[in-house]
């Protein structure tokens, strides 16, 4: 087998890209054994197997390795997926980075059973099979489904998250990656023949390269500026109690005081109030407002911000025998909420009760 110059090159960039995803494998579980760690390492291991799998090289030269090949790179976006949901703090993970007084949810037998099912089936059809099925276009749609799912849940809480790490890792682990996939998805559901070209392969290789260099970088210079990798960052913001009151720095002292001002007169009631809303109404920039909130007065999301002052008005007029009529929904509106669903989640989720069986208690 003779290789061109640009297929060489092609080859080139990739072991460079597999070389900078191994050590990053290596320092995620030799720093740390939680369920991100683990998930962020295993990511690396099968975005070095689609690497490995798509140069220039013909099929027939892989031999059984093409099938191993094959399997870690189809499991590369349902692994993307779960990393980000973790990564995310969605509620379908809840193995990761948690705080010590929050115990990991086990799976079910009927979930671990399918989940033991489903990796049986992958090793057969893609290791054995080598993917030669409708069965691969079937598990390409899947997969385009869960990494577009990934963008919209990364879009969707953007503007409310607080915690800048978290905020640069959904458009640097989750929006990036996934656009890219997508892309590629889309290429596999089209015309393959277009991705086995040499300029495009070539292309490929010269970005994932790119896109590896900057993560490393933006990683490790993190890792190293505090001693704790990204992962932790997220987890580690500076929590304040209720009984503690918070210590704000000089520069931002005369912001904190406006925004003391403000809530108590109420703006915490306005619909829809947005962190560039609030920024604007008290003229500040919003990047200052979101560290004020987040690092210095402890809420790691907007809304938790917002409802810190909403609910403790809801308990009160709830308590309140003059407010005994109010309907719930009137209530939720007039605190600000968008529907009365969401103002009995945050309301469930602080008091362990529903707004009727709180309104019940007290107005027996």
Same mark, same amino acid.
């Given at each position: 087998?003779?290789?061109? +110059?640009?297929? @060489?090159? *092609? &080859?080139?960039?990739?072991?460079?890209?597999?070389?900078?995803? =191994?050590? !990053?494998? /290596?320092? #995620?579980?030799?720093?740390?054994?939680?369920?991100?760690?683990?998930?962020?390492?295993?990511?690396?291991?099968?975005?070095?197997?689609?690497?490995?799998?798509?140069?220039?090289?013909?099929?027939?030269?892989?031999?059984?390795?093409?099938?191993?090949?094959?399997?870690?790179?189809?499991?590369?976006?349902?692994?993307?997926?779960?990393?980000?949901?973790?990564?995310?703090?969605?509620?379908?993970?809840?193995?990761?980075?948690?705080?010590?007084?929050?115990?990991?949810?086990?799976?079910?037998?009927?979930?671990?059973?399918?989940?033991?099912?489903?990796?049986?089936?992958?090793?057969?059809?893609?290791?054995?099979?080598?993917?030669?099925?409708?069965?691969?276009?079937?598990?390409?749609?899947?997969?385009?489904?869960?990494?577009?799912?990934?963008? +919209?849940?990364? @879009?969707? *809480? &953007?503007?409310?998250?607080?915690?800048?790490?978290?905020?640069? =890792?959904? !458009?640097? /682990?989750? #929006?990036?990656?996934?656009?890219?996939?997508?892309?590629?998805?889309?290429?596999?559901?089209?015309?393959?023949?277009?991705?086995?070209?040499?300029?495009?392969?070539?292309?490929?290789?010269?970005?994932?390269?790119?896109?590896?260099?900057?993560?490393?970088?933006?990683?490790?210079?993190?890792s190293f500026k505090?001693?704790?990798?990204?992962?932790?960052?997220?987890?580690?913001?500076?929590?304040?109690?209720?009984?503690?009151?918070?210590?704000?720095?000089?520069?931002?002292?005369?912001?904190?005081?406006?925004?003391?001002?403000?809530?108590?007169?109420?703006?915490?009631?306005?619909?829809?109030?947005?962190?560039?809303?609030?920024?604007?109404?008290?003229?500040?920039?919003?990047?200052?407002?979101?560290?004020?909130?987040?690092?210095h007065l402890g +809420?790691?999301?907007?809304? *938790?911000?917002?409802?810190?002052?909403?609910?403790?008005?809801?308990? =009160?007029? !709830?308590?309140?025998?003059?407010?005994?009529?109010?309907?719930?929904?009137?209530?939720?509106?007039?605190?600000?909420?968008?529907?009365?669903?969401?103002?009995?989640?945050?309301?469930?989720?602080?008091?362990?009760?529903?707004?009727?069986?709180?309104?019940?208690?007290?107005?027996?």
């Amino acid at each position: 087998m003779t290789l061109s +110059f640009p297929d @060489l090159l *092609d &080859l080139l960039l990739r072991f460079l890209a597999v070389g900078q995803l =191994s050590l !990053l494998s /290596l320092y #995620l579980l030799s720093d740390s054994r939680e369920l991100k760690a683990l998930l962020g390492s295993s990511l690396a291991v099968c975005l070095s197997a689609y690497l490995l799998l798509t140069a220039p090289v013909p099929d027939h030269h892989y031999g059984i390795l093409r099938g191993i090949l094959l399997f870690f790179t189809e499991l590369t976006p349902y692994l993307l997926w779960y990393f980000a949901l973790a990564l995310l703090d969605k509620g379908l993970v809840n193995g990761g980075m948690l705080k010590e007084h929050r115990r990991p949810k086990r799976w079910p037998l009927t979930a671990k059973t399918l989940a033991a099912g489903a990796i049986l089936w992958f090793v057969y059809f893609f290791g054995y099979l080598q993917g030669r099925g409708i069965f691969h276009d079937i598990n390409h749609g899947v997969q385009l489904i869960l990494l577009l799912h990934i963008i +919209f849940i990364a @879009l969707k *809480d &953007l503007k409310d998250d607080l915690v800048t790490a978290r905020r640069n =890792s959904r !458009l640097v /682990l989750t #929006l990036a990656s996934c656009v890219y996939f997508s892309l590629i998805l889309m290429l596999e559901l089209g015309d393959a023949s277009l991705r086995d070209a040499t300029l495009f392969s070539l292309g490929n290789a010269g970005l994932v390269l790119l896109s590896t260099s900057l993560f490393s970088w933006y990683f490790f210079r993190d890792s190293f500026k505090d001693l704790t990798p990204l992962s932790s960052t997220v987890e580690n913001q500076q929590e304040i109690t209720d009984n503690t009151a918070p210590v704000i720095p000089v520069e931002y002292q005369a912001v904190y005081q406006q925004l003391c001002q403000q809530m108590a007169n109420g703006l915490y009631m306005q619909s829809q109030l947005t962190i560039k809303a609030l920024a604007n109404e008290l003229a500040t920039p919003e990047h200052q407002l979101r560290k004020l909130i987040n690092q210095h007065l402890g +809420f790691r999301n907007f809304s *938790d911000f917002l409802n810190s002052y909403r609910l403790v008005e809801a308990c =009160s007029q !709830l308590e309140d025998i003059r407010h005994i009529r109010k309907p719930i929904l009137t209530l939720a509106l007039e605190l600000g909420y968008g529907s009365v669903a969401t103002f009995n989640r945050a309301f469930k989720a602080k008091t362990g009760r529903s707004p009727k069986e709180y309104r019940d208690h007290f107005q027996k």
